[in-house]
């Protein structure tokens, strides 16, 4: 059992709060480069679920979904969200080009190679799914995600509906009670948004408050405000991600 419907939501937002602003001084700046990717990658659209869906009982106005981008666009924004800056171009040449690379990030390399050669393929099964984490619907069936990398990617095709991890965020998420991501990542994800419900459901947040509880304009105030508010991966992945 996760503890997530436990927490205190003072809790959840100080904690969510922290995240943005150590991301905001860091070198990688995560907070910045997920404000932009909303702005260029993703369109908000009207939610198209059924009365009886989760999200529309609790007054869901849209879901967060993937534009119909081409792979570098979304190979830019993969590298600006999730490798370090040192480590950006000699990933993108890596995967575009075959060029060796020993680092840390190079399990990284072939899920995106295997992401170039099915681009098509997956964009249309990404763009039909149009719901969000928090539908009742199960979570999107993607392959087994064996390391950190992948989850990220996946996260990023579907950044309303899966939440990434990295190595800190798993060992936070596994003592949270939540099925450990190399196992079974769609476990973790069915679970993390089972109680994402709950606490909604405890303190009548609905789905408008349950994205307001990330809310990096606090951080930086002259920033872009989303349409609809944060993609609900950034909720979850806030409250057991903070960068060093
Ligand atoms: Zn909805
Ligand atoms: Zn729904």
């Not at 190079?106 to 763009?127: C, D, E, Y």
Request: glycine share 6%; hydrophobic share 35%; aromatic share 10%.
């Amino acid at each position: 059992m996760g503890d997530i419907p436990s927490r205190p939501l003072d809790e959840i937002r100080r904690v969510i709060q922290k995240s943005n602003e150590r991301s905001a001084e860091g070198s990688q700046k995560y907070v910045v480069w997920e404000n932009r990717a909303l702005r260029t990658d993703y369109e908000f659209i009207k939610c198209p679920c059924a009365d009886d869906c989760w999200c529309r009982r609790n007054a869901c106005p849209g879901h967060y979904r993937l534009k119909e981008i081409n792979f570098e666009a979304f190979l830019e924004t993969y590298l600006k969200l999730w490798i370090p800056p040192k480590a950006r171009e000699r990933i993108k040449e890596a995967v575009l080009e075959g060029t060796p690379f020993g680092g840390r990030q190079r399990n990284a390399i072939k899920p995106l190679q295997w992401l170039q050669a099915n681009w098509s393929n997956i964009l249309g099964k990404v763009r039909e799914y149009n719901k969000c984490g928090l539908c009742d619907s199960p979570v999107p069936a993607v392959a087994q995600v064996s390391n950190l990398y992948e989850g990220k990617m996946w996260s990023q095709l579907f950044y309303d509906s899966l939440v990434p991890f990295d190595t800190r965020s798993r060992g936070r998420i596994k003592r949270a009670g939540y099925p450990d991501p190399t196992r079974d990542f769609l476990a973790m994800n069915r679970e993390l948004f089972r109680d994402l419900r709950k606490l909604s459901d405890a303190h009548g947040l609905g789905v408008s408050g349950v994205r307001q509880l990330d809310s990096p304009c606090a951080v930086v105030p002259q920033w872009w405000e989303p349409p609809g508010g944060q993609p609900l991966s950034r909720v979850v992945d806030k409250i057991f991600y903070s960068p060093d």
